[in-house]
């Protein structure tokens, strides 16, 4: 039975990208957004484990924390605290609280998911890195409805899912995240598909990330320039769900 993990976060974007990357290694997601949700769900879900930010609307993660102490029920469930605030003194009262890890923002996924599964004492010696570990994705483009279209689909077959909405916001999360692929939009805000693009082929580290254009773009020019630029396919809007994941099947094989 897969292990469940109470994200409680009000940065939607955050939990969305913890639950994405959680999700896609097999465990299953509770979210709340203020401090009364968490202790709620914690109650009516029983999770087998809390992420739980410390500034959150409705109280806050200390106050959560201390109203979970006061049950039986909750007390027993391992936290997580992560803040973007950390500070020696937090750090040091969330641990008498009990909390069994503190984790500062912003964080690398690989590293909080190392310390999600020591803290459901998972991968023990010898062990290693879990036998699956699913491939990310960058899904980048300004209409969320295409991202979140993306992600469900994607998530269904194995992979992991980031979003983002800006060109800007494309190259932090890569930067960040350093996917396997990148589904890129031209048309974004901020800056456009096609500098992004040229700034990733430019990097050495990322050089190699296959990207794939998504856009409504479909002159003879718009397609030669983004395969000009390092893109390794190119398809148009709109789209046929199961080509374009066909060609992610393809690219992202061992």
């Known amino acids: 039975m897969a292990k469940k993990i109470l ?43 809390i992420l739980l930010d410390i500034r959150m609307p ?10 979970l102490g006061k049950s039986a ?9 992560i803040t973007a605030y950390p500070s020696p003194e937090i750090q040091q009262k969330v641990n008498e609280m009990g909390a ?12 909080m998911l190392a310390r999600i599964r020591r803290a459901l004492n998972e991968g023990g010696p010898g062990k290693g890195k879990s036998e699956f570990i699913a491939k990310k994705i960058l899904v980048v483009d300004d209409e969320p409805n295409i991202v979140e279209l993306l992600q469900s689909r994607l998530e269904k ?17 890569t930067y960040q995240e350093k996917p396997d692929l990148i589904i890129l939009d031209i048309m974004l805000p901020k800056i456009d598909g096609y500098h992004v693009c040229q700034t990733l082929r430019s ?9 794939i254009m998504l856009t409504a773009r479909t002159l003879a020019q718009d397609i030669k320039m983004g395969m000009d630029l390092g893109a390794v396919s190119y398809v148009q809007k709109p789209f046929n ?6 060609i992610i099947q393809g690219l992202l094989k061992d």
């Open 157 to 173: 077959n194995g992979y992991s899912v980031i979003g983002a909405y800006d060109g800007q916001a494309a190259l932090d999360r």
């Open 203 to 211: 990097d050495k580290k990322f050089k190699a990330i296959p990207i």
């Open 58 to 67: 409705a109280g806050g993660g200390i106050s959560a924390m201390d109203h």
């Open 7 to 49: 994200i409680a976060d009000d940065d939607k974007q955050i939990s969305s990208l913890l639950a994405s990357r959680l999700k896609a290694n097999k465990y299953e997601i509770v979210v709340a957004y203020d401090a009364v949700q968490a202790v709620a769900k914690a109650i009516s879900e029983k999770p087998d484990l």
């Open 241 to 246: 769900p199961d080509v374009l994941l066909g």
């Open 73 to 81: 029920d909750t007390a027993v469930i391992p936290v997580i605290v």
């Open 100 to 111: 069994v890890d503190f984790i500062a923002k912003p964080f690398e996924a690989e590293d």
